[in-house]
């Protein structure tokens, strides 16, 4: 979408694409009836400006965009973000936010509801008197579920370094003898040696039944042969994250029908909902093509999360594929996950997730590890 001249810089957002994300906020606003709108979630901001520091106040309204912050952010401001006024606080900078506040030219604003504290509403919000504040919800989320072609290729470059490190960790595996904490070591260092700066989230490395936690935290005890290890990971390159999982088994599982029908069972569910999944659906109808199948085989109790989610700037984001996600639709450009999975207590747990970019003919698959679970 933008020129080269950001490919040479590296930076994944050029100003014609933080134009368009201002405009359509701004056709957004005019649709609530709104005057402008206070961003205040970091990520947001990012999105809207390009500024990757994080704390600020950002005001957007039809006419301008104001960015308040403090002095260890003006220089930062100024280079990554010059498509805003720098409004800049001097201390003490609770006045100086009051006051910036008040002069700001509009009537009715909103402000993120999800990213405002009480605290901060009672100080600045609920004594200023020459604006209506009102609470919004998920409006910068909503922009950023639909992700431009920049967004889509840096996000393959996110998959990409995480994978690579994935097929360079996993075969130095020595059952019995390498901790999962190990393996997630070095599967973060190829990551990092590879270009992310830094991990998406924090390495889920699994063995047996750790495996049946679908968030555990790697251990220091030897990942054992034969059982199943659940190793979820992602990278963060250019601000943009990757999330994928796999389950692998170190020689013979030891359990083979359990562990290949409890296998096979994901597999099936996941490879329906990829095959499947397409824009016009919502969240609900996308969960329901991975959770009926395992429910069919028996293990509807077994799968306690949602089929999967958006990724971007961040590793969780819009749209959700749940049970309990609301109306709104799957649209292309959307990047999501999907992630089916089985956790049985004692024995261990099955999650396979990839990533697809939601197409107009359908999902299309960014991921493509291997899905042969036996390493010999
Ligand atoms: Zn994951
Ligand atoms: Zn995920």
């Known amino acids: 979408m933008s020129g080269p001249a950001n490919r040479q810089t590296g930076m994944s957002t050029g100003r014609r694409d933080i134009e368009s994300r201002m ?7 005019s649709n609530r009836e709104l005057d402008g709108v206070l961003v205040t979630q970091p990520y947001n901001i990012r999105y809207l400006t390009g500024f990757t520091g994080g704390e600020g106040w950002l005001v ?14 003006f220089e930062q401001v100024e280079r990554e973000a010059p498509g805003v006024e720098l409004v800049r606080l001097q201390s003490p900078v609770k006045e100086s936010l009051i006051k910036f506040f008040e002069s700001i030219p509009a009537k009715r604003l909103g402000f993120e509801a999800e990213h405002m504290t009480v605290g901060f509403s009672n100080r600045f919000l609920r004594n200023d008197k020459s604006h209506e504040w009102v609470p919004t919800s998920g409006m910068v989320l909503g922009l950023r579920a639909v992700k431009e072609p920049e967004e889509v290729e840096a996000i393959r470059v996110a998959i990409r370094v995480a994978e690579d490190a994935f097929k360079a960790s996993v075969p130095r595996v020595v059952p019995g003898k390498t901790t999962e904490r190990e393996l997630a070591w ?9 270009g992310a700066e830094k991990l998406a989230f924090d390495t889920i490395v699994a063995a047996g039944p750790n495996g049946a936690m679908a968030h555990a935290v790697p251990g220091g005890t030897p990942i054992p042969p034969g059982v199943p290890v659940v190793i979820d990971m ?4 250019d601000g943009y994250c990757s999330d994928f999982t796999r389950t692998v088994c170190w020689g013979k599982p030891e359990d083979p029908e359990r562990f290949w029908e409890v296998y096979n069972t994901v597999l099936k569910a996941q490879e329906n909902a990829i095959a499947k999944l397409r824009p016009g659906m919502n969240g609900r109808e996308g969960d329901a093509l991975a959770r009926d199948i395992i429910a069919r085989a028996g293990y509807g109790h077994a799968f306690g999360h949602s089929l999967g989610h958006g990724v971007g700037l961040q590793v969780h984001e819009l749209p959700r594929l749940s049970a309990s996600a609301d109306d709104s639709t799957l649209k292309p450009g959307m990047v999501v996950t999907v992630e089916p999975g089985i956790y049985l207590r004692a024995w261990g747990g099955v999650r396979i997730e990839d990533m697809g970019l939601v197409a107009e003919h359908g999902l299309e698959l960014l991921t493509s590890l291997p899905k042969e679970p036996l390493i010999p």
């Open 23 to 29: 405009e359509r906020l701004r056709s957004l606003l």
């Open 234 to 237: 992602g990278a963060q390159v």
């Open 186 to 194: 070095w599967l973060e260092k190829e990551m990092r040696e590879r």
């Open 60 to 73: 957007i309204t039809q006419e301008r965009a104001q960015f308040a912050t403090d002095s260890r952010y």
